[in-house]
C-alpha cells in the first residue's frame, strides 16, 4: 500500500483514537488511519504532538519529522524495533569486512554519477562523459570520481550562476529541503529493514545519526534535482511556501523502474534497503538500485 505524507503548517494538536491520527487545527479537523501514514511532517513550533500517538505512529514506521524555524526539516523519530531478527542484521552490519562495504560504495557511486548524466543529458540535450566517469570509479571511489563528476553537475545544471552549498542562496534551500525529505525516507526504509541508521558504509562522522541514510540515498539524489529545476521553470517565488514543500513531499510518489516492474520512490527506497541488508547476509553481492528514468523518459 503507498504511504500518504501529511504536511502540517498551522498551530494544531495531534492525537490519537483508535488507531486513527486526530489533527485539529483552528480551520478543520481530520481522521486517518495511522497505517496509511508513511510521513508525517510537523512545520509549526506551536504544534502538540501527544506522546501515544508519537508512540503509534513510531510503531507504524511512520518517519516522524520535525521542522526548524528556517522550515527545513531539522530532527526525525524512527522505529528502534522494527523487524523480527534485528539483533541478527545488526551483527551482520557491523561485522561487514572493509572489501565489501568498499565495494557496496563503489555501486553507489556508479549508480549516482550515471544518474546524474542521465540527467544532465535530459536538460541540456547534450551528451557528457559521465557513463566514462561512471566506469572509473574504484572500490571505494579512491580517486574521487563522485566529487570529479559533482563538480562538473553542478556547473552545467543550472542557467544561472549556481553554487551548491548546504546553508546557501536560492535554489540551495529548495534543494535542501527536497534533500532532507529524501533522507527520510531512506532512513525509513532502512530501519524498515533492521538496519542500523548510523552505521555508514562510506559516511563516518560520528555525529551522524543517518550516515547509512546519506550513503544509501545518494543515487536518488537526481530526482530531487529534476523536480527543483522544474519548480523554478514553474514558479517565481524563491522562497519555501506550502505549494513549494508540496511540489516537494510528491517526489516520495514519483515513479522509478526496475527491471520488471515499476514502482513509486517509497517503495523502491524498501526494495534497495532490504537489497543491501542481504549484501550484509551474503545472500547478494550488489544493491538493487532502480533506474530513474525509462528510456522514453530520456529520449
Given at each position: 500500500?503507498?504511504?500518504?505524507?501529511?504536511?502540517?503548517?498551522?498551530?494544531s494538536s495531534?492525537?490519537?483514537?483508535?488507531?486513527q491520527?486526530i489533527?485539529?487545527?483552528?480551520?478543520?479537523?481530520?481522521?486517518?488511519?495511522?497505517?496509511?501514514?508513511?510521513?508525517?511532517?510537523?512545520?509549526?513550533?506551536?504544534?502538540?504532538?501527544?506522546?501515544?500517538?508519537?508512540?503509534?505512529?513510531?510503531?507504524?514506521?511512520?518517519?516522524?519529522i520535525?521542522?526548524?524555524?528556517?522550515?527545513?526539516?531539522?530532527?526525525m523519530?524512527?522505529?528502534?524495533?522494527?523487524?523480527h531478527?534485528?539483533?541478527?542484521?545488526?551483527?551482520?552490519?557491523?561485522?561487514?569486512?572493509?572489501?565489501?562495504?568498499?565495494?557496496?560504495w563503489?555501486?553507489?557511486?556508479?549508480?549516482?554519477?550515471?544518474?546524474?548524466?542521465?540527467?544532465?543529458?535530459?536538460?541540456?540535450?547534450q551528451?557528457?562523459?559521465?557513463?566514462?566517469?561512471?566506469s572509473?570509479?574504484?572500490?571505494?571511489?579512491?580517486?574521487?570520481?563522485?566529487?570529479?563528476?559533482?563538480?562538473?553537475?553542478w556547473?552545467?545544471?543550472?542557467?544561472?550562476?549556481?553554487?551548491?552549498?548546504?546553508?546557501?542562496?536560492?535554489?540551495?534551500?529548495?534543494?535542501?529541503?527536497g534533500?532532507a525529505?529524501?533522507?527520510?525516507?531512506?532512513?525509513?526504509?532502512?530501519?524498515?529493514?533492521?538496519?542500523?541508521?548510523?552505521l555508514?558504509?562510506?559516511?563516518?562522522?560520528?555525529?551522524?545519526?543517518f550516515?547509512?541514510?546519506?550513503?544509501?540515498?545518494?543515487?536518488?539524489?537526481?530526482?530531487?534535482?529534476?523536480?527543483?529545476?522544474?519548480?523554478?521553470?514553474?514558479?517565481?517565488?524563491?522562497?519555501?511556501?506550502?505549494?513549494?514543500?508540496?511540489?516537494?513531499?510528491?517526489?516520495?510518489?514519483?515513479?522509478?523502474?526496475?527491471?520488471?516492474?515499476?514502482?513509486?520512490?517509497?517503495?523502491?527506497?524498501?526494495?534497495?534497503?532490504?537489497?543491501?541488508q542481504?549484501?550484509?547476509?551474503?545472500?547478494r553481492?550488489?544493491i538493487?538500485y532502480?533506474?530513474?528514468?525509462?528510456?522514453?523518459?530520456?529520449?
Open positions: 500500500m503507498l504511504k500518504k505524507s501529511i504536511l502540517i503548517e498551522n498551530k495531534v492525537s490519537v483514537n483508535k488507531l491520527l489533527i485539529k487545527s483552528e480551520i478543520r479537523e481530520s481522521s486517518i488511519p495511522i497505517e496509511e501514514i508513511g510521513f508525517l511532517v510537523i512545520d509549526n513550533s506551536e504544534t502538540f504532538l501527544s506522546i501515544p500517538a508519537m508512540n503509534l505512529l513510531v510503531e507504524n514506521n511512520t518517519a516522524l520535525i521542522c526548524s524555524q528556517n522550515h527545513l526539516p531539522n530532527g523519530f524512527l522505529n528502534l524495533n522494527s523487524h531478527i534485528q539483533q541478527e542484521i545488526f551483527k551482520n552490519q557491523i561485522n561487514a569486512s572493509m572489501p565489501l562495504k568498499k565495494q557496496l563503489q555501486q553507489t557511486v556508479v549508480e549516482k554519477i550515471s544518474n546524474q548524466g542521465i540527467l544532465l543529458q535530459k536538460i541540456t540535450h551528451k557528457n562523459n559521465f557513463d566514462f566517469l561512471a572509473k570509479v574504484l572500490s571505494g571511489d579512491t580517486s574521487n570520481m563522485e566529487g570529479v563528476a559533482a563538480n562538473f553537475y556547473k552545467s545544471f543550472f542557467e544561472c550562476d549556481f553554487k551548491r552549498e548546504r546553508f546557501g542562496d536560492y535554489p540551495n534551500n529548495f534543494l535542501n529541503y534533500y525529505i529524501l533522507r527520510a525516507a531512506t532512513a525509513r526504509a532502512l530501519s524498515g529493514s533492521g538496519l542500523l541508521n548510523t555508514g558504509i562510506h559516511h563516518k562522522s560520528k555525529y551522524n545519526a550516515a547509512l541514510a546519506d550513503d544509501i540515498m545518494e543515487p536518488f539524489r537526481p530526482i530531487v534535482d529534476e523536480t527543483v529545476l522544474n519548480i523554478m521553470k514553474n514558479y517565481e517565488e524563491q522562497e519555501l511556501n506550502t505549494k513549494i514543500k508540496s511540489e516537494l513531499l510528491q517526489i516520495l510518489t514519483r515513479t522509478v523502474y526496475f527491471k520488471n516492474e515499476k514502482s513509486p520512490l517509497m517503495i523502491a527506497l524498501q526494495k534497495t534497503a532490504s537489497s543491501l542481504q549484501c550484509y547476509t551474503g545472500e553481492k550488489k538493487k532502480p533506474k530513474l528514468w525509462n528510456s522514453t523518459d530520456t529520449e
